[in-house]
């Protein structure tokens, strides 16, 4: 995988979950940049309306992790 400035950028970033986020698959959504993105979790499942910082990316579907 090659990491892009994009992908840099988007590291850090804060983001709110739409729906529970899982580890299993990107089958969860947050809300980043006012858009609703596909997600799932770096570390156990999060509830819906937490916050969360992005950690990576896969084509369009962020990696995230909860905010501590």
Do not use: C
């Amino acid at each position: 995988k090659v990491e892009t400035d994009e992908d840099v950028l988007i590291a850090g970033q804060r983001a709110e979950t739409m729906t529970k986020i899982s580890t299993e698959h990107f089958e969860g959504r947050v809300k980043y940049s006012g858009t609703s993105w596909p997600a799932k979790s770096a570390e156990g499942e999060i509830a819906a309306g937490e916050q969360v910082e992005i950690v990576g990316r896969q084509n369009i579907n962020l990696l995230v992790r909860r905010v501590s």
